[in-house]
């Protein structure tokens, strides 16, 4: 097994090597990458910022150890190159995952990047150096993780409690970049020191993020472009007039709706424009289980009666969308349940009128009727995405003699008040991301990071274990829908739909891939250029 992954990492690299899009040349450096950006976040810190308004801008600062290609849409096992990790290997027993790493790198303040760097970032991810993150998200992703280990400068080992053949897909992600061992946590949240290809230039807070190239990359002629500039814009017409009237050379990222992206259009007819998956991105009830009548099955069963999905789609998205369950459905997403399967589940049926009297029936048998309704709050985050959802979602709870009222919360209060278990109904948005290791163990584990609404269920525990360690593909996802069959009948995060989205670019942007399961693992970005 050692020997089949490490010629697979060698092949990557030259795969990275020959790309039509990685090659130097035709390539035309220099310029400023222009882009609106439509919230601002609470800090620069990659590691504990969920939001890709952080983590996008983000990410062409700093490295990973290994990366999903930038240059393919669909992420995957089999679309990992090296980055910091030149090379990998598994043990024997697929227990030990062994890196070796590249040398001669330095962080953007000159010191020079070892192995240590790699332990002090996994220290402090796990919770076991000195410093500690102020909100820590992905801390359960690796809680099969038993040590990891230096062997040098230049060489690590992550040595796993059990085998997980994904495991390098964590790595991959986004949320593990490499932090510097003499920068102190509460510095990368103001200033962020990485190795990528681009340095941190300044942050203010509702007016821009800026970063500009990085001289010293170790990758030799990256990146292209000069730097990278994105100003704060919260209204989203207001942002795509500003890029129909020449002021930005993209939009942010995923977000057109396709209304907006039809505007474009015929504003700016020459504009290349895309309509992808939101980057497996869903819209989703959260429910807090701690608190009545919440905390009853078949009150969260009864709220997802109530749901129409396709009138989510149709209303929000004008039918540019799927319904789906935890995991992205296909063909972009590589683990979501068949249709015919998926229509099985509570709630998922087509007959619209017979799951809302059935919701009815159960609220009723609590007390709850047209003389007695549950009044509630529904909260969510002030930005279109989460807003426009949530008012859709009071409208259509209202079905089964549930009264919500919204409750709008600002970036930089949302999360930790989410994190705090702060609410009582919310509307949401989660990653289905590209394997079903993060998503179910980060999202549905008894005590998990980012279990923000307390389910526990030790038998999806158990379940969730079973499918990690399963290295057939076809075995794994049988153990995977019958995880999803098992959340939707405990009711856990109904998940509405799964929304396509737009974003625009100027002709003249070249050697950008939209990515199409993965939201925040496309930003590196050193391969954009500007032809002109």
């Not at 990146?223 to 930005?248: H, N, Q, R």
Request: net charge neutral; charged share 25%.
């Amino acid at each position: 097994m050692g020997r089949t992954f490490r010629l697979i990492s060698g092949a990557a690299a030259l795969i990275l090597v020959l790309l039509p899009g990685a090659t130097a040349g035709a390539q035309r450096p220099g310029g400023v990458l222009r882009m609106y950006s439509l919230d601002s976040p609470a800090s620069m810190s990659i590691l504990e910022e969920p939001t890709v308004y952080a983590r996008g801008p983000m990410m062409s600062v700093f490295n990973n150890l290994l990366l999903f290609d930038q240059h393919i849409a669909q992420d995957s096992l089999a679309s990992i190159v090296p980055d910091l990790g030149e090379s990998w290997a598994w043990g024997e027993e697929g227990k030990d995952l062994r890196l070796r790493l590249r040398q001669g790198v330095k962080w953007h303040d000159g010191k020079p990047f070892t192995a240590a760097d790699v332990k002090c970032t996994w220290d402090l991810i796990m919770g076991e150096g000195k410093e500690k993150l102020r909100v820590n998200p992905w801390k359960s992703a690796y809680s099969n993780l038993d040590r990891l280990e230096t062997n040098g400068d230049y060489e690590v080992t992550f040595r796993l409690k059990r085998p997980q053949p994904a495991f390098p897909m964590l790595l991959a992600n986004s949320f593990a970049p490499i932090y510097p061992c003499h920068v102190p946590p509460g510095q990368m949240r103001l200033h962020p020191i990485g190795t990528g290809p681009f340095k941190f230039v300044e942050f203010k807070p509702n007016e821009s993020i800026k970063i500009a190239r990085n001289p010293d990359y170790w990758k030799k002629e990256r990146p292209y472009l000069d730097g990278i500039e994105w100003t704060i814009i919260k209204d989203p017409s207001t942002a795509t007039l500003a890029f129909a009237a020449g002021k930005f050379d993209s939009t942010f990222l995923y977000t057109l709706t396709v209304p907006l992206l039809k505007n474009v259009k015929s504003q700016v007819p020459d504009a290349i424009c895309e309509m992808t998956p939101q980057g497996g991105i869903n819209r989703h009830l959260l429910v807090n289980y701690q608190k009545a009548p919440f905390d009853n099955p078949l009150v969260r069963r009864a709220m997802s009666l109530a749901l129409d999905r396709h009138a989510f789609i149709d209303t929000l998205a004008q039918g540019e969308g799927q319904i789906g369950g935890t995991l992205q459905p296909g063909p972009e997403g590589l683990w979501g349940m068949p249709p015919e399967e998926l229509s099985k589940l509570p709630g998922y049926g087509p007959d619209i009128a017979k799951n809302r009297s059935e919701g009815r029936q159960i609220m009723q048998k609590f007390g709850y009727g047209d003389g007695h309704r549950l009044a509630i709050k529904v909260t969510t985050r002030n930005i279109p995405d989460y807003r426009d959802a949530a008012v859709l979602l009071i409208d259509q709870l209202r079905h089964v003699y549930i009264d919500g009222e919204l409750e709008l919360i600002d970036t930089p209060q949302y999360f930790p008040k989410i994190l705090r278990k702060d609410y009582l109904i919310g509307l949401n948005l989660q990653g289905s991301g590209p394997d079903p290791d993060p998503v179910i163990a980060l999202n549905y584990s008894c005590g998990s990071s980012l279990n923000w609404d307390s389910y526990c269920n030790p038998e999806i525990d158990k379940m969730t274990e079973q499918q990690s360690v399963e290295g057939d593909l076809e075995r794994r996802k049988q153990l995977v829908w019958a995880i999803e069959r098992k959340l939707a009948e405990d009711g856990a995060r109904p998940i509405i739909f799964y929304p396509k989205s737009g974003t625009c670019r100027q002709p003249y942007v070249k050697g950008l891939t939209l990515m199409v399961n993965s939201l925040f693992n496309g930003w590196r970005l050193e391969d954009v250029w500007l032809d002109k």
